[in-house]
């Protein structure tokens, strides 16, 4: 009975007819894990090391489509090279590093070098003192001995330097002409002196005379007025060639010019706020007065005169006899004299005493003095003009069209009273404010040129992430699916052959059942001369199934009458 059962079941099985096999299948279908446990450990080893294969496949497209393009910073030497990679860990940048070269994202290329720039981390190049320090092998002469310690000397000068706070980097040239012992020969040294300064940073006057001081004082017989110092954009700071003229005369024009942005920054602080930046021009023009002047006046004033000092002198002479030393005077005649004409009128016993009297005053007069001395400020203002134009404003019409009309009077003079307090004009220095509104010429640019679709920035990731994720799903569909359709559920490869025609006995060939199962040997099912069913070496439910198809396809005449057998046994 048991037997008849199993044959049942195989018969069942072949046919479709029975809902066992529907059930089966259904319960197979529950879960991959389920699934598994129906399949032998080959197919089960050969399926996992599939999916891991197909999964790593997968995992590398992922990766290669999200990894940016990386660009290289350059090739760097050893000591800037670890700068720079502290700078980089200290941002938290990603980099890649091969050798010498650091390599960037391509997007963030740009951002990096400008924050490099504003630490000072810019490549230098080499400083050319390789021979000088280089061990000759034979001794050192003493010409090289002497450049040695004026390298050394050079390397102190430029560290000093470095210390000040607005200079990220300093190099120092000394040329030290060899001694004389006829001092009518001897040359004097002279320096000059390279200065990296900070971005956005400069050195104002105190700065630049203090590295010349610096250098000056540190090499003997050297004067600072053959110092020279530059910047990294070529500006010169101090020049020991040139005359002072000269020199006087480009450090009076940068300060023109600086003067004249100051003003121009405060026209923008005054002008944006009101008409929006871009809708609007301005201009200064400075004349300034450089000449150094000094006046002294001393001035007197004949109102106000004052005693000074005086002198007075009095004499005063009474009956006094003649004396004096005889001689020629003394024996001329006396000089005729008055004689009363009435004698006798004075006392007759009385005699008339001569008297002499004498007064000398002297006097000095101080007048009022105002003594001034006056000093001029050299860099005055001697006149200021100011231009301004101010574009048209746009109005909507009636018809809804916009148009650019020009501002009204009312508020080119509100523009003009802003800009004279902002800019301290003053008309008895003759300046000029000149505020005019004019329509501006905008460029028609017209229609934006279209970029191609594959030159644009964002074609090439899409492109990339398209592709990976068309790979991984041809890996799902045409791979990973029919593996592990065949290898979980083979009953449904099979599905698509018509059951009618194997009950109608239709031959489906031996090619057919090579395809099934390449392994699977269709010519030794059959039945033997004793009636014996004949089955070649089965392992598995798959190769039964496939065994008792092929027997149905082989004999079916025989086979139809092998269930009708089992039938009437069943009954």
């Known amino acids: 009975m048991a037997q008849s059962n199993q044959s049942t079941d195989l018969a069942l099985a072949g046919g479709g007819i029975d809902s066992t096999d529907t059930d089966d299948q259904q319960e197979q279908k529950s879960g991959y894990l389920s699934a598994l446990n129906g399949v032998d450990v080959l197919r089960q080893v050969t399926l996992v090391i599939a999916l891991a294969i197909c999964l790593a496949i997968a995992i590398f497209i992922i990766i290669w489509a999200r990894q940016p393009d990386m660009r290289p910073l350059g090739k760097m030497p050893t000591e800037e090279l670890i700068q720079t990679l502290d700078f980089l860990d200290a941002q938290k940048i990603d980099y890649e590093l091969d050798g010498n070269v650091i390599s960037v994202e391509e997007g963030e290329y740009q951002n990096i070098k400008l924050l490099m720039a504003r630490e000072g981390l810019e490549q230098a190049p080499s400083s050319g003192t390789d021979i000088i320090m280089q061990d000759m092998g034979f001794g050192v002469s003493q010409r090289l001995e002497r450049e040695r310690l004026k390298h050394g000397r050079e390397q102190q000068l430029a ?32 320096a000059t002196v390279v200065l990296t300064l900070k971005r956005g940073r400069s050195l104002d006057g105190e700065e630049v005379d203090s590295v010349v001081d610096i250098v000056a004082s540190a090499v003997q017989g050297l004067s600072p007025e053959r110092v020279t110092v530059t910047d990294q954009n070529g500006r010169l700071l101090n020049s020991g060639s040139q005359n002072s003229l000269a020199a006087r005369s480009r450090k009076e024009y940068e300060i023109e010019r600086k003067r004249e942005e100051e003003y121009l920054n405060k026209i923008d602080s005054i002008l944006i706020p009101v008409v929006g930046l871009g809708n609007y021009t301005a201009q200064v023009d400075l004349n300034m007065d450089f000449s150094a002047v000094e006046e002294t006046q001393k001035r007197y004033n004949p109102d106000l005169p004052a005693v000074r000092s005086e002198t007075t002198f009095e004499e005063n002479n009474i009956g006094g006899l003649a004396v004096g030393i005889p001689g020629a005077l003394t024996n001329q005649p006396p000089v005729n004299s008055n004689i009363p004409e009435i004698a006798g009128q004075g006392s007759a016993g009385s005699a008339t005493n001569p008297s002499r009297s004498h007064k000398e005053a002297t006097r000095n007069y101080e007048l009022d003095t105002t003594i001034s001395h006056k000093r001029q400020q050299t860099g005055v203002i001697r006149r200021i003009s100011v231009s301004v134009a101010v574009d048209y404003v746009p109005q909507v019409g009636e018809n809804g069209e916009t148009t650019m009309v020009p501002r009204s009077v009312e508020a080119l003079s509100n523009i003009r009273r802003l800009l004279q307090g902002g800019v301290g004009f003053d008309m008895q220095r003759g300046d000029a404010l000149e505020v005019v509104t004019v329509p501006f010429v905008r460029e028609d640019v017209g229609e934006a040129i279209e970029v191609p679709l594959w030159e644009q920035d964002w074609f090439m990731k899409m492109l990339r992430l398209a592709l990976g994720a068309l790979v991984i799903i041809v890996l799902i569909v045409f791979v990973v699916r029919p593996m592990l359709k065949r290898l979980i559920y083979p009953d449904d490869t099979l599905e698509e052959y018509d059951e009618d025609a194997l009950s109608a006995g239709v031959d489906i060939g031996d090619s057919t059942l090579d395809m099934l199962n390449k392994d699977f040997d269709s010519a030794a099912v059959g039945f033997s001369s004793d009636g ?40």
Request: proline share 6%.
């Open 159 to 190: 560290r000093t330097i470095e210390e000040l706070k607005n200079v990220t980097r300093a190099k120092v040239l000394l040329a030290i002409p060899k001694e004389n012992v006829f001092a009518r020969r001897e040359k004097q040294p002279s």
């Open 532 to 571: 014996t069913l004949q089955l070649p070496d089965l392992h598995g439910d798959e190769d039964l199934l496939k065994a008792v198809r092929a027997l149905v396809a082989n004999e079916p005449e025989l086979s139809s009458q092998v269930v009708k057998a089992w039938l009437t046994e069943d009954d």
